[in-house]
T-cell receptor
């Protein structure tokens, strides 16, 4: 079983829709949670970073962490065609160097 | 502001040939540096990280090696490439010794070994 599970998609939504992207994890030692956006053949770009349960909002993006359920989500409001990309969740155990990444969910926002 | 440069963007190499990928960071001193590999449809795998000049740690046994000859320069190498070395290679940096260490990636190198 992978430490981090993420549905690969693709997830196709119309422009303006609310998008929900999710990851589940099995290691309760994960303390830091990140979401990256990756356009085709480009490096991942850090979108959101959080280390506590609850919600964190930044513009159209909201990151949600539920440590009791080992579940994290990224919500995108008013989705735009420019949001079309692969979204990767990532997590870190305190004191461990490596991030553990999900395999990514490909999102397509149709104009 | 900090920037990271990685080159080349695309590389096609025959099996058994050598490899050298280079990454440089600007606008910061003594960064932590990382090499990740991303296989198609899979998550990123950490290959090497460095906390200072000449200090390299390997996360997985493999056909590759890394070096850090200067503070902001990180090089990924191989003496003889294998087919299984194909993939998307990403260099990344972070500010060390912070509780909320955040990783910033370069634009990546798509390596095809034929």
């Amino acid at each position: 079983q992978k430490e981090v599970e993420q549905d690969p998609g693709p997830l196709s939504v119309p422009e303006g829709a609310i998008v929900s992207l999710n990851c589940t994890y099995s290691n309760s030692a994960f303390q830091y949670f990140m979401w990256y956006r990756q356009y085709s053949r480009k490096g991942p770009e850090l979108l959101m970073y959080t280390y506590s349960s609850g919600n964190k909002e930044d513009g159209r993006f909201t990151a949600q962490v539920d440590k009791s359920s080992k579940y994290i989500s990224l919500f995108i409001r008013d989705s735009q065609p420019s949001d079309s990309a692969t979204y990767l969740c990532a997590m870190r155990v305190t004191g461990r160097r490596a991030l553990t990444f999900g395999s990514g969910t490909r999102l397509q926002v149709q104009p | 502001s900090q920037t990271i440069h990685q080159w080349p963007a695309t590389l096609v190499q025959p099996v058994g040939s050598p490899l050298s990928l280079e990454c440089t960071v600007e606008g910061t001193s003594n960064p932590n540096l990382y090499w990740y590999r991303q296989a198609a449809g899979r998550g990123l795998q950490l290959l090497f990280y460095s906390v200072g000049i000449g200090q390299i740690s390997s996360e997985v046994p493999q056909n590759l090696s890394a070096s850090r000859p200067q503070d902001r320069q990180f090089i990924l190498s191989s003496k003889k490439l294998l087919l299984s070395d194909s993939g998307f290679y990403l260099c990344a940096w972070s500010v060390p010794a912070t509780v909320n260490e955040k990783l910033f990636f370069g634009s990546g190198t798509q390596l095809s070994v034929l």
